[in-house]
């Protein structure tokens, strides 16, 4: 299994940025693609962002495309999530989730599709 650890959450204005770091301990992450997902209070979980293996491509949700890039590091075992132009409903807490090994399908969008996580920063926009 892939450890996780999401940092570089905090609180912003509308229209400020952040950028999110998931650090890896494990021994896969440059076999597994990597997603990042959120969930506000009461909401289900959401897809924001997906990066290939190699971190060529790239898969972002409708709401986020635009604003959000998704890179990552292998020689650093490293994803990141650089969130510009923040608006007040990107508030939730953040995760990062290691896809199936191996895989190279770009579709994943559902938490099921993921099999590990990280423990979530927590991300506020204020208007």
């Known amino acids: 299994q892939v450890q996780l650890v999401e940092s570089g959450g905090g609180s912003v204005q509308a229209g400020g940025s952040l950028r999110l770091s998931c650090a890896s301990s494990?021994?896969?992450?440059?076999?597994?693609?990597m997603g990042w997902f959120r969930q506000a209070p009461g909401k289900e979980r959401e897809f924001v962002a997906r990066i290939s293996i190699g971190g060529s491509s790239f898969r972002y949700a409708d709401s986020v495309k635009g604003r959000f890039t998704v890179s990552r590091d292998n020689a650093k075992n490293t994803v990141y999530l650089q969130m510009n132009s923040l608006k007040p409903e990107d508030t939730a807490v953040y995760y990062c989730a290691a896809g199936r090994l191996g895989s190279s399908i770009m579709t994943v969008t559902l938490p099921q599709g993921y099999d590990s996580w990280g423990q979530g920063t927590q991300v506020t926009v204020s208007s």
């Open positions: 494990g021994r896969t992450f440059s076999s597994s693609a």
